[in-house]
């Protein structure tokens, strides 16, 4: 990335100044997915269209599956859609989205080329509430496909409603910050950090999530040999 730019991204964020690594020699070159995976995510995204599967579906606008691309290596992990995100079908699309988008720029990442986004709830709950559990168990199924299909070597759940029910625990955000989790049967490496909506309000906890996302990025690292975050 350029240097430039990042230091853009790391002042929208609030923070200083990092000197990114560059890609190992011999990184694996972006590969388009297979016929049949391209498939499988129309077949989803149709599914999520006409669900009906809890009471979210007589309040929303659309489903909002999710973007990025059909195969990545990371994959983060908000609430639910909100206000902006179930007009425009997209998630993360409002101020807190600008942020997101900033936070992980910072790390090299874009949600157009490595890195997928997505929610717990498909369906926007009225007035932004909680979800409630009956929700999502009925939505997860989604999630589960599409790590499937991402097959991702590493989440970011952001915020304190996407980690607890992604890790299926009541434990407060600031204990599930700064360690590596496992999700579900897939066994993915997971790492918590704050709302992007919570850093808006919190804005002196910035520099608390700038360390996750660089712990986060550290793993990333580890697990890849020296990765720089594109997918293969
Ligand atoms: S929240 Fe999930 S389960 Fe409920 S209607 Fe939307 S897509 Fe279906």
């Known amino acids: 990335m350029h240097a430039a730019r990042q230091q853009q991204y790391l002042q929208a964020l609030g923070i200083e100044l990092w000197v990114a690594r560059a890609p190992p020699a011999g990184a694996p070159a972006t590969a388009p997915?297979?016929?049949?995976t391209a498939a499988a995510w129309e077949g989803?995204?149709?599914e999520v269209a006409a669900c009906t599967r809890c009471a979210l579906h007589a309040t929303r606008t659309q489903g909002v599956l999710g973007v990025g691309p059909r195969r990545?290596?990371?994959?983060?992990?908000?609430e639910a859609p909100g206000a902006e995100e179930d007009r425009r079908g997209e998630p993360f699309v409002g101020p807190a989205g600008q942020l997101l988008d900033a936070m992980?720029?910072?790390?090299g990442l874009d949600r157009t080329s490595n890195v997928y986004i997505a929610n717990v709830l498909k369906s926007r709950p009225p007035h932004n509430r909680d979800p409630r559990p009956e929700e999502v168990a009925a939505c997860m199924p989604y999630l589960l496909r599409q790590v499937a299909l991402l097959q991702p070597k590493i989440m970011l759940a952001v915020g304190r409603i996407a980690a607890q029910n992604l890790l299926g625990t009541e434990a407060p955000l600031s204990r599930l910050r700064g360690q590596v989790h496992r999700f579900g049967e897939f066994n993915v490496p997971l790492v918590v950090t704050y709302h992007p909506a919570y850093l808006l309000r919190t804005p002196q906890d910035k520099r608390k999530a700038w360390e996750d996302l660089k712990f986060a990025r550290g793993l990333y690292q580890r697990l890849t040999g020296g990765g720089d975050g594109h997918g293969t």
Do not use: K, N, T, Y
């Not at 992980?104 to 790390?107: E, P, Q, S, T």
């Open 33 to 36: 997915p297979p016929a049949d």
């Open 44 to 46: 989803l995204r149709r």
């Open 72 to 78: 990545c290596d990371w994959l983060v992990v908000g």
């Open 104 to 107: 992980l720029r910072a790390i």
